[in-house]
């Protein structure tokens, strides 16, 4: 060694033992503690089983990728780097005195040489803030630390882990941090796959991260002829590559197949810090697991979007599915668009608020019967109404604008009928249906009053997500439950007991006769046909809808484990052409029910306590036949009869016998100023044959009555000639009336 060169050697050595003494906990850390600390930029959305769904990008200060084993990359990147970085890596310990040498000798002469900094100095400096390169540069105190650093790496680590650490942390250009995050934006590939011109443009952008294409370019060339060994090399092609490399952005922020549920399920934590703590995996970037199946994500988004294509001359290009699990709430697949088919990808169908058509009327229907308002049997008539309301005459019409006559409610929702759905809310009243539809978690804007009777017929928003909820709280006989895209700890023995004790919010006896009827073939054959795609081979219970305009299709329904509701119609609200209910949403959901089911039984849900099953016979229509065939009926117990006929039946009567005035939920403020027998009440109803009750005390016979109010809650019920409630409201009255015993009767 040149007698200069070793007084610089001892020089720095002294050096080195006193930064050593003065700081002796540069460096410690593990490789181990790098690879577990080690961030990407992106969040992996995983299936239940660990396979991955979606990449999202949720670091916007970084782009890293996956942490990368030495074995998985390149054997050309690996020697390109070395030739690159530091020629005698596997020789020195740390510091490669012959570069030190050299590069002093250069200083003395003022002359350039690529630098004595070695890999592993400089990932020293990559994992140690204080010893970080500032664009000044490093001052002497933060070399002297990274050489003690580097010292101690190289003697706790291995070769292997220090190039690999280092490729992993290394800044390459502009916000890309390690080779994976490089060789997926530059090169669309993983790191495995690099060549050897691929991986000297990777060494050339350590040197010289931000320079112009042509400095790297030449960098690049230098480097490809050391790794080729005096070889001829095309600089000139080298240059045109590396141009068009150091511009290609091929790693996307967001790719997968399930993107909504990947950004929702974000969304449900608070923040990345929250992710990373929640899932850290050594070696690998920052994932969150979901409930979703992966395999059935790829079939429900082939399904759909298959069909769409077929769909598309008739003016469709949107759609969304969403599947869950009955009994846990778990969200199984949730397609949010069509993808590359739609103009507005981005809109999650499955959260968005669309017009639920026809879908609203087996929620309807429970509850009417729940109420005792109609029986399955009930005869409900199918006509030509005119129904007064605040804003004038509202008169429905069904899909195929004709009418069926007397028509028993199982027929009427199976067949979905709307001018029976109307007169069945007509009974039940659109603000007590409204309270009810807000309970089971549909999201309605507005009161009841507001939507008045069209709410029958789906004139609310709601989205799909929280449709299919309602319908599974159907399916598991009236019990509401949360949906969910985590997986959730187990419940407790406590927590199981609290949730059966809770009280369902629909009598799960009227639960089983909307799912009954809705699986029923022969019922829906009046609007569907025998012959219908609704009709699956193993039990399943399901109702379609179609707004108005044709702007929204829907299919939801459930069996035994699952239910599924699919959505079709345009993002931007225009009108389907000629869209049925069986052939936009009812195809995608017979696919889904069936890849669910292929080698898994659904089987019908036993009947609840307090059901009875009848046979029921129906009277003579107007041309002298019977209104329809006799059959088994089941019924709360209670409400059966063996014959159903136009005066028995629950059909004109039933709509004409109804409060009128005043509405659902009134209250009345008693005015101290005004003597109290001029602040009277006044009850309107339509019907024959009427009388009011108060409370359950009879108060007047007629279709109006007077009412001299007194503080505090009371129910108003219309009672028809048999004695029967036929409806009622509830009203509470606030304020210090006095009145004599005789004025309140």
């Known amino acids: 060694m040149p007698l200069l060169a070793l007084s610089i050697h001892r020089a720095f050595a002294v050096a080195l033992l006193s930064a050593a003494c003065a700081h002796p906990a540069w460096a410690l850390v593990s490789f181990e503690d790098v690879k577990r600390d080690f961030r990407s930029s992106d969040t992996a959305v995983l299936d239940r089983n660990g396979e991955l769904l979606q990449r999202v990008r949720t670091d916007a200060t970084v782009r890293r990728g996956q942490w990368i084993a030495l074995a998985d990359v390149s054997p050309a990147l690996r020697t390109a780097m070395v030739l ?54 490093r001052s002497f105190t933060q070399k002297i630390g990274q050489t003690v650093a580097a010292t101690q790496l190289e003697r706790n680590w291995r070769k292997d882990q220090i190039l690999e650490a280092y490729l992993n942390t290394v800044p390459f250009r502009g916000e890309i941090v390690g080779i994976d995050a490089l060789s997926r934006t530059l090169f669309s590939k993983a790191p495995s796959g690099l060549d050897a011109r691929e991986a000297a443009v990777a060494a050339a952008l350590v040197r010289a991260p931000n320079a112009k294409p042509a400095l790297v370019a030449q960098r690049a060339c230098e480097v490809l002829r050391a790794m080729e060994s005096g070889q001829k090399v095309d600089c000139d092609a080298i240059d045109m590559f590396t141009s068009a490399a150091v511009q290609r952005r091929a790693f996307d922020a967001n790719e997968g197949i399930a993107p909504h549920a990947a950004r929702r399920v974000l969304r449900e934590l608070r923040d990345v810090a929250a992710i990373n703590r929640a899932a850290p995996q050594k070696g690998k970037d920052t994932s969150v697991r979901t409930t979703l199946r992966a395999p059935l994500q790829r079939f429900a988004l082939d399904s759909l979007q298959r069909h769409l294509r077929e769909l598309r001359d008739r003016h469709v290009e949107d759609g969304a599915l969403v599947v869950l699990d009955n009994a846990s709430g778990e969200v199984l697949a949730w397609v949010g668009s069509s993808g590359p088919l739609s103009q507005a990808a981005e809109v999650d169908g499955v959260t968005a608020l669309r017009q639920p058509g026809s879908t609203l009327k087996p929620l309807l229907y429970g509850q009417a019967i729940a109420e005792k308002r109609i029986t399955a049997a009930s005869l409900i008539e199918d006509s030509s109404a005119q129904i007064s309301t605040a804003s004038g005459l509202y008169i429905p019409q069904n899909y195929d604008r004709q009418f069926k006559g007397p028509v028993s409610a199982r027929t009427a929702l199976a067949a979905s009928l709307n001018v029976p759905a109307v007169r069945t809310l007509v009974m039940v009243s659109p603000e007590s249906f409204a309270r009810s539809l807000r309970a089971a978690g549909l999201p309605l804007r507005e009161s009841g009053d507001y939507y008045g009777y069209s709410l029958a017929l789906g004139s609310a928003e709601v989205s799909l997500l929280s449709l299919a909820n309602a319908y599974r709280m159907v399916a598991n006989g009236g019990r509401y439950g949360t949906t969910t895209l985590t997986v959730r700890s187990p419940a407790s023995a406590a927590d199981k007991a609290k949730a059966a004790a809770a009280p369902p919010l629909l009598d799960p006896r009227a639960a089983f006769i909307v799912g009954d009827i809705l699986s029923d073939p022969n019922a829906r054959t009046r609007t569907f046909g025998l012959d219908s795609i609704l009709s699956t081979r193993f039990w399943t219970a399901v109702k379609t809808g179609t707004s108005k305009d044709m702007r929204d299709n829907w299919a939801v329904g459930w069996s035994q484990r699952y239910t599924v509701g699919v959505w079709v119609g345009n993002a931007s609200g225009a009108s389907m052409w000629d869209v049925s209910g069986t052939s936009g949403a009812a195809p995608v959901w017979a696919e889904v029910m069936r890849f669910l089911h292929a080698r898994e039984p659904s089987r019908a849900p036993a009947p609840p306590a307090g059901l009875v099953e009848a046979r029921v016979e129906f009277g003579p229509a107007a041309d002298g036949n019977a209104i329809e065939a006799a059959r088994s009926e089941w019924f709360l117990q209670g409400t059966e009869q063996p014959l159903f006929a136009l005066d028995t039946g629950m059909a004109t009567d039933a709509f004409a016998a109804r409060i009128t005035a005043p509405s659902d939920g009134t209250i009345i403020a008693l005015d101290p100023d005004i003597p109290p027998l001029r602040q009277r009440v006044r009850f309107e109803s339509e019907g024959r044959g009427v009388q ?26 219309l009672v028809d000639a048999s004695g029967k409630v036929v409806d009622q409201r509830r009203l509470e009255v606030r304020g210090a009336g006095v009145v004599t015993k005789s004025a309140r009767r």
């Open 692 to 717: 009011w009750r108060i409370d359950g005390k009879p108060f007047a016979r007629g279709n109006s009555a007077q009412w001299l109010p007194w503080p505090g809650r009371h129910v108003i019920e």
């Open 84 to 137: 690159s970085e530091d020629r005698r890596f596997y020789e020195h310990s740390g510091i490669d005195w012959r570069a030190v040498s050299s590069a002093a000798w250069s200083n003395l002469w003022n002359t350039r040489t690529r630098g004595a900094s070695t890999i592993t100095m400089q990932l020293s400096g990559l994992l140690d803030d204080d010893l970080r390169r500032a664009s000044g540069g």
